[in-house]
């Protein structure tokens, strides 16, 4: 599902964000990425998710090479990763609703189409009586949950969330974190970039560690 063969990454004054990295992720695994800040784990995933191109290498995505991706595709290319962010990033002048359905609105979806597909990723995330409020009346907690139900509204084969859980305590964290695991048992490929070791080792998942751009670990979480 996603490939990276010797990929680097160099931003503009020489920084090296990634180096000569490798790696594959299969069709419905769930893999975590850690490292320290500055690793190049938010970096790994903008290349996945084409808000930057790789400097070497190639990044392949469904069998498709991103780096000779044209940008006429590249809106198509995302409508198959959904993206969960630490700060949710919603608009706060819409409803919880609105905020959900934008993804299809932009796509095109019919308007019936949109209210199914909105309310079955609420009630997924249990805030299906909610969809009426705006997102600033809702707990930290519930805000990210908006932010998962947005990202999996149109059913993308990849989900990538990064730090989806910064800004939570634990319980919430753990509640998290089984919501993206119930989306990777029904077939979904996931991907999460965290600081949170602790939360990582009970997950018990694929560990990939990132160190100075490098690829350091890939295995077991035992290392932790």
Known sequence: MIQLHNVSKRYPGGF??????SLEIDAGEMVFLTGHSGAGKSTLLKLIMLMERATR???L???ENLNKMPARKIPFLRRQIGVVFQNHQLLFDRSVYENIALPLVIAGFDPRDIGRRVRAALDKVGLLSKEKLN???LSGGEQQRVGIARAVVNKPPVLLADEPTGNLDPKLSAEI???LQQFNEVGVTVMIA???LDLVKR?????LTLEGGQLVHDG????L
């Open 203 to 207: 997950m018990n998942k694929r560990l």
């Open 61 to 63: 995505v469904g069998g």
């Open 194 to 196: 965290s600081h949170d």
């Open 135 to 137: 997102p600033i009346a």
């Open 16 to 21: 090296d964000a990634l180096s000569n990295l």
């Open 220 to 223: 077991s979480v035992e290392v």
């Open 177 to 179: 974190m089984t919501l």
């Open 57 to 59: 290498g190639q990044v």
